[in-house]
T-cell receptor
């Protein structure tokens, strides 16, 4: 069964802290999306990774294919980063996604 | 491009009523899908389509129908609404690894 597990489920930090959200996935997943959802808002794809590392501004995403593990890092966190971050695996050979439960991040000023 | 659009944004139904959630995309994507998002459950796939005229069931298809007569449109029909279908519904389209989500429809069934 294709599965994606995220941790932590909830994370509260102070502005400026370095944030890490982790995602582990099962065999049969060929790539991962990191998605962001603001309260009451839509869902935006931040990154799609099938190998290595990607960076966009203060956000960095890494993936280790051998360990089936990905991390999303936020440097110099800001209250506007407060959102739910969702890891979603792309099922190999298809475009279907399987989702983690999400991590609710709150950055306090 | 408008991307993925969904209507309505909010809807309240009584048990037993039927309705259609509309979804459209202008990116010429072949793959489209419907998800529901419930607290503590994450996003779950309801139905998906790999192209016009082709649809298939996802993880939670019961109580929902879909059709795909054009590449652009992928409506989701609730045949006889039940309180268990109270949820936020997201439509998405993709090509390759690019993934785009609509803004969502918040549905309440009383």
């Amino acid at each position: 069964k294709n599965e994606v597990e995220q941790s932590p489920q909830n994370l509260t930090a102070q502005e400026g802290e370095f944030i890490t959200i982790n995602c582990s996935y099962s065999v049969g997943i060929s790539a991962l999306h990191w998605l962001q959802q603001h309260p009451g808002g839509g869902i935006v794809s931040l990154f799609m990774l099938s190998s290595g590392k990607k960076k966009h501004g203060r956000l960095i995403a890494t993936i280790n294919i051998q360990e089936k593990h990905s991390s999303l890092h936020i440097t110099a966190s800001h209250p506007r980063d407060s959102a739910v971050y969702i890891c979603a695996g792309v099922i190999q050979g298809a475009q279907k996604l399987v989702f983690g439960q999400g991590t609710r991040l709150t950055i306090n000023p | 491009n408008a991307g993925v659009t969904q209507t309505p944004k909010f809807q309240v139904l009584k048990t037993g009523q039927s309705m259609t959630l509309q979804c459209a995309q202008d990116m010429n994507h072949e793959y489209m899908s419907w998800y529901r998002q419930d607290p503590g459950m994450g996003l779950r796939l309801i139905h998906y389509s790999v192209g016009a005229g082709i649809t298939d069931q996802g993880e939670v298809p019961n109580g929902y129908n879909v059709s795909r007569s054009t590449t652009e449109d992928f409506p989701l029909r609730l045949l006889s609404a039940a309180p268990s279908q109270t949820s936020v519904y997201f439509c998405a389209s993709s090509r390759g690894y690019e993934q785009y989500f609509g803004p969502g429809t918040r549905l309440t069934v009383t």
